[in-house]
């Protein structure tokens, strides 16, 4: 079953730094695409940032410069390095992966269960 399993996250003042971490299992092929999304209370779930395999990592404008994707295709894992955090930051983080399951006939996509990271003064 494939499957996506993150950690990091929690509580963080305003300037500070977090670091999450995803970890793909499952999946035949190396992800074609794992991203971060986040969903705060009362606001649709929104793009962070998005890793394509062998592509430029594409970012939401209001985390340009303060947050930093990056992957290990040798792992299937993809982290997103938070800085400069803000309380607008405050939200589930959940990690998505495009994924090939075994016995699958076509790519797939997948969600991690979500990491709360809160920004409070």
């Known amino acids: 079953q494939a499957q996506l399993v993150e950690s990091g996250g929690g509580l963080v003042q305003p300037g500070g730094s977090l670091r999450l971490s995803c970890a793909a299992s499952?999946?035949?092929?190396?992800?074609?695409?794992m991203a971060w999304y986040r969903q705060a209370p009362g606001k649709q779930r929104e793009l962070v940032a998005k890793?394509?395999?062998?592509?430029?990592?594409e970012y939401a404008d209001s985390v340009k410069g303060r947050f930093t994707i990056s992957r290990d295709n040798t792992k299937n894992t993809v982290d997103l390095q938070m800085s400069s955090l803000k309380p607008e930051d405050t939200a589930v983080y959940y990690c998505?992966?495009?994924?090939?399951?075994?016995?699958?006939?076509?790519?797939?996509?997948?969600w991690g269960q979500g990491t709360q990271v809160t920004v409070y003064s």
């Open positions: 890793a394509i395999t062998d592509g430029i990592p």
């Open positions: 998505y992966g495009r994924l090939f399951q075994r016995g699958s006939v076509t790519w797939g996509d997948y």
């Open positions: 499952g999946s035949i092929f190396v992800p074609q695409v």
